[in-house]
């Protein structure tokens, strides 16, 4: 079952920098994706792009946006229309949009279409979450480099299901592509955990023992939740966890990683 909404942010990358207002200036590109039932939305932000009226003095060329993808083995892309920069060189807009579902869209890109004879180049390219990629390769890249986290004693020993040894990770830029599912929640609370036993692995999503914060509740992936270190001395057992206790008791939702798969499975 799909999530009725999701949101998920592109980070923007640059494909020729010729259009770059200023050459030593700032960038901050990014494309936000949106998906409520039937119902899509795009959010995109450019900065310190040469503004639209230099590109029209230059063979009627023109911004655009797109999204590329497939469906049921057809190329499909949505092509928002002229996109303004103006003279300080940033540009943004938000657009609602129906058609295949958002999972179908793998490429984000802002092209400068000459008008005249139809050809493009493209500006700024990025990848959704949806573009398929090797899930085991991203989960050991993660792994490689746990202990650059903090090693910590997330929870007491007791009630520790994993027994395993807990690095946490703060969020700083980009998230691992195999964590951007969990990205509101990691943005929320503003860390993740990972953890070793022997020959597993376990990642933890921070959030309280509540539904709307279970990470991927529907997929079913994440049904171990465990409080950090002293809640447990407020409830003998999670029937108990009710009310004022679920509000204000924090801990993380846990899975393993199952390094064969690339995939997280439930406890």
Same mark, same amino acid.
């Given at each position: 079952?799909? /999530?009725?909404? /999701?949101?998920?942010?592109? #980070?923007?990358?640059?494909?020729?920098?010729?259009? /770059?207002?200023?050459? !030593? $200036?700032?960038?901050?590109?990014?494309?936000?994706?949106?998906?409520?039932?039937?119902?899509? +939305?795009?959010?995109?932000?450019?900065?310190?792009?040469?503004?639209?009226?230099?590109?029209?003095?230059?063979?009627?060329?023109?911004?655009?946006?797109?999204?590329?993808?497939?469906?049921?083995?057809?190329?499909?892309?949505?092509?928002f229309g002229e996109f303004h920069v103006g003279i300080k060189g940033?540009?943004?807009?938000?657009?609602?949009?129906?058609?295949?579902?958002?999972?179908?869209?793998?490429?984000?890109?802002?092209?400068?279409?000459?008008?005249?004879? $139809?050809?493009?180049?493209?500006?700024?390219? $990025? #990848?959704?979450?949806?573009?398929?990629?090797?899930? #085991?390769?991203?989960?050991?890249s993660l792994i490689l480099n746990m202990e650059e986290g903090e090693?910590?004693?997330?929870?007491?020993? +007791?009630?520790?299901?994993? $027994?395993?040894?807990?690095?946490?990770?703060? /969020?700083?830029?980009?998230?691992?592509?195999?964590?951007?599912?969990?990205?509101?929640?990691?943005?929320?609370?503003?860390?993740?955990?990972?953890?070793? !036993?022997?020959?597993?692995?376990?990642?933890?999503?921070?959030?309280?023992?509540?539904?709307?914060?279970?990470?991927?509740?529907?997929?079913?992936?994440?049904?171990?939740?465990?409080?950090? +270190?002293g809640g447990e001395a407020f409830f003998k057992s999670l029937e #108990?966890?009710?009310?004022?206790?679920?509000?204000?008791?924090?801990?993380?939702?846990?899975?393993?990683?199952?390094?064969?798969?690339?995939?997280?499975?439930?406890?």
């Amino acid at each position: 079952m799909t /999530r009725e909404y /999701r949101k998920f942010k592109i #980070e923007m990358e640059y494909k020729t920098k010729e259009y /770059r207002l200023w050459q !030593k $200036g700032f960038d901050d590109n990014l494309c936000i994706l949106e998906s409520y039932k039937d119902k899509r +939305s795009v959010y995109f932000e450019v900065s310190n792009l040469l503004p639209s009226s230099d590109l029209h003095t230059n063979g009627r060329k023109a911004y655009h946006i797109l999204l590329l993808g497939e469906d049921d083995g057809e190329v499909i892309y949505k092509d928002f229309g002229e996109f303004h920069v103006g003279i300080k060189g940033s540009g943004s807009f938000f657009k609602k949009f129906k058609g295949p579902e958002i999972e179908c869209y793998t490429h984000c890109l802002l092209i400068a279409l000459d008008e005249e004879n $139809g050809t493009t180049e493209t500006i700024l390219s $990025g #990848e959704t979450p949806f573009m398929a990629k090797d899930e #085991e390769t991203l989960w050991e890249s993660l792994i490689l480099n746990m202990e650059e986290g903090e090693k910590a004693d997330i929870f007491a020993e +007791s009630i520790d299901e994993t $027994g395993a040894l807990w690095y946490r990770f703060y /969020r700083e830029g980009n998230l691992p592509d195999c964590l951007l599912p969990y990205e509101e929640q990691i943005h929320k609370y503003g860390n993740y955990i990972i953890g070793k !036993k022997e020959n597993h692995y376990f990642i933890g999503i921070p959030g309280r023992f509540l539904q709307a914060e279970q990470p991927q509740r529907e997929e079913g992936y994440f049904t171990l939740w465990q409080p950090i +270190s002293g809640g447990e001395a407020f409830f003998k057992s999670l029937e #108990e966890l009710t009310g004022k206790l679920q509000e204000q008791i924090f801990g993380y939702w846990i899975g393993e990683i199952d390094m064969a798969e690339g995939k997280v499975l439930a406890l």
